[in-house]
């Protein structure tokens, strides 16, 4: 016995943190995932604008012409 606790009490309060421990370190490696693709998803936004905005540009000069 381990403070008064039958040995089965303890490895199951150990156990309980273990698992939390294990839950707060997958929720931070999730959240890393989710900013990375976020951060990727807005580069290809942010290209496609610029890519858009040269294509203006160009008519523009197109049509001045």
């Known amino acids: 016995m381990i403070f ?3 040995v089965w009490v303890f490895f199951c309060i ?3 943190f273990v698992s939390g421990y294990m839950a707060i370190r997958a929720m931070r490696a999730e959240h890393h995932l989710e900013q990375e693709f976020i951060e990727r998803e ?3 936004y942010l290209k496609r ?4 905005k040269e294509l203006r540009g160009k008519r523009k ?4 012409e």
Do not use: H, N, R
């Open 4 to 6: 008064g606790l039958p």
């Open 14 to 16: 150990v156990f309980i």
């Open 42 to 44: 807005g580069q290809v």
């Open 49 to 52: 604008m610029e890519k858009e």
């Open 61 to 64: 000069a197109m049509m001045s």
